[in-house]
């Protein structure tokens, strides 16, 4: 803060500073309130906002409870998403520790060289592959048909294609974190448990875990945040033959605030989601007593 | 507990074309303090990571207590290791810490507890079980490192420089410490260190190492006064290191020319006449004529025994004056300058620099070695 008046003086600093209030306030802070505003708000024709049936309501968020097929896809995509941050820990974790401990010069470049490269490409590419790999006519079908395991193409869609989709297209929120905890971890504690007996199991659980578990949780809040806010991957994913059970929560909310035309219903809905990730988030930092801090740094 | 005989026969490790150590053969006695000694880089931690297991040799045998340790990893060797840096576990208390091998061993709770506190009385930490390790000074870490390697009752432990991090007065005082847990436990310990200090005051035996290879094995008394190879009398202790030529050897006596003249020492090794060698003496068994000093007891017994005496004539180039000794150079117009160490016997003061002196010292004291290299300063 100093230094911002030491190289602008006091105008010119209190000009950027304003400058970024306004700039957080507009974008971010009011719609933000508006949203909440909604959320309470009745779903009225234009004619009717500020008359008499216009008042601050729960009915937008009873319709969720109330409507067991939306009750059921939010549940679902909690768990569903729970489930993908737990498989991509346990896709990551050994990639991670890998990277971080193990593989050195050439081969430790060529590996994160070959987990960022994907990142290049769009997240709709990146989950298109995955759709054509599980399609009808795709390289799963295929393979399973010429190896003659299979006559007919097999209906690959549902919540696990989905899943699959999110786990490829987060892992590197999960890998990033974990190998940053990682690789800070001193070697010889890993060599010093091994000489005193420890099994490799062991070793994971009480040395390596323990040291990882900040790294381990940014990783899955990250995951999980994304996941349940998704839009794209399960999107795509239902298009998969058998694909249309596998509804997000996030589509009901678009649907509400662009088909339905009710953004007063999609904005009680999103504040619902919004509220179970934040509760996911505190739960998760309680669980490997970490602290906020430790998730900036 | 009971301390294991450690053999190296013929042991070798290469990284490709570089071999790291090569035909180590080496006996570490039970119950026996036995430090490996020399410069960083000269393979002393590949020794210990040979006899830990965390590296297989590319040739010869290990063995431990009699056993081959070949295709025995690190977890099933008698052995357990003190790192340098002590890799103690940060987010485990000092209790976890030290039974950490008991609880890999699947003892119960209660008992390993009350086995970790008395390892922690062994090491003189009662009371420190419930602490955290990083509210433990470098000393007490240094304790709970030992206590943690000791719990798993080890027949060897192995000790890579601990005392490294550690400021000189802590060092020296756990060098008696870590010399009185060894006799306490009986456990034959072998110690890595480049500080002569070190190895000399704990050991029973020391091992010098250079490039890879053992210079020397023997008591730090046989290791200072009789030096093997030129490279473990420059590298042991402060030495003045002539090379020349023999002229002539016979009688455990060499008369060697060298630039400060033909001078005589101690020739155990019998070396052949005309072969290149190096003459070493300590600058404490040098003795100074002229500038007020007299003659010494030993001055006159070597008279009385008719041995012959060096002379080299120089001017006095530098005093250092420590207080209870002060550490001079003579220099020689004829080669190079000479460190020699006088005793204050309360004329030290007289000394003047740039002063003629003679600087003397008796055959018996000098010691005549095969030309070799020497350690760099």
Redesign the interface.
Known sequence: MSELWRRFGRLGGGLVLATALLWALLLIVLPQLLMVDLSFRPNLPAAARGGPEDGWTLANYAALWANPLHRAIFWQTIWSSLLVTLLALLVCYPVAFHLAQEAKGTRAVLLATALVIPFWVNEILRTFSWFLILARNGLVNRLLMGLGVIEEPLALGGVGAVMIGMVYAYVLFMIFPLYNALESL?R??I?????????TW?IHW??VI??AKPGIAVGCVMTFMLAAGTFAVPQIMQSLPGGTNARWFTQIIYSYFFDGGDWNRGSAYAFALLLLCILFVVATMRLFRVGLQDIAK | MQGAEVALEGVGLAYGAFWAVRGIDLTVRPGEFFSILGPSGCGKTTILRLVSGFVEPSEGVIRIDGRDMRGVGPAARPTALVFQNLALFPLMRVWENVAFGLEVRGMAKAQRRRRAEELLELVALPGFAEKRVDELSGGQRQRVAIARALAVEPQVLLLDEPLSALDLKLRQHMRAELKAIQRRTGVTFLYITHDQGEAFTMSDRVAVMSQGRIEQVGTPGEIYDAPATAFVASFVGESNPLPGRVEESGGGLARITTALGPLRARDPRGLAPGSAAILVVRPERCRLDGAGEGEGPADRLARADDAPVNRIEGRLARIDFEGAFANLVVASPAGPALKVQVANDGRLSRLEAGAPVTVRFPAEAALALPEGPLARE
Do not use: K, T, W
């Open positions: 001193d010889n504690q060599e010093a448990a091994r000489d005193l007996g420890a099994s062991r009480r040395v323990p040291h």
